[in-house]
């Protein structure tokens, strides 16, 4: 039985896999997102979770901890508390191991190689299917013709 934020246990047939680049999705729908920036030597990280409610995204599913569990007493203290050692414990191995063992883990936890989708920027939109991450944790992407590209920035849409 896998846990989730504060007691959460999976269901049967429930599925939950990480999105490039920081998104946790539960049946397809957002419950969280982690949000990353350098500044200098050091990194500031944003985590926002869907505790009570779940905003409206236009073109994407969204879930929250109560809907998930099925009750109202999860509060965002709790969830906050849930998630101090695990953090803590990431960012030792983030400091101490090399990338590589965190992109193994990532990809575990993704979900499946080949699932289609389509990456967005601002110039273009790439169609291809999921290959992995890069040494860099870079998404590859392999193309329709074969060809596999490596995307460090952009909107991920699963298809």
């Not at 999105?19 to 049946?27: F, G, H, S, T, V």
Request: a negative charge; glycine letters at 8%; aromatic letters at 4%.
């Amino acid at each position: 039985r896998t846990q989730l934020i504060d007691g959460h246990t999976r269901r049967p047939n429930e599925q939950r896999w990480l999105k490039w680049p920081n998104d946790i999705l539960i049946n397809g729908a957002k419950l969280a997102g982690i949000l990353c920036e350098r500044v200098g030597e050091t990194v500031v990280v944003g985590i926002g979770v869907n505790v009570a409610e779940a905003p409206e995204v236009p073109d994407r599913p969204t879930t929250c901890i109560h809907i998930e569990n099925g009750r109202n007493a999860d509060t965002a203290q709790r969830v906050l508390e849930s998630l101090i050692d695990p953090f803590r414990q990431r960012l030792s191995q983030w400091r101490n191991e090399p990338l590589s063992a965190t992109i193994v883990e990532w990809e575990e936890r993704a979900h499946a190689i080949g699932s289609p989708m389509i990456v967005s920027d601002d110039n273009e939109r790439i169609r291809g299917a999921f290959d992995g991450l890069g040494r860099d944790g870079s998404l590859r992407i392999r193309l329709e013709d074969g060809e596999l590209r490596s995307i460090h920035a952009g909107d991920i849409s699963l298809i």
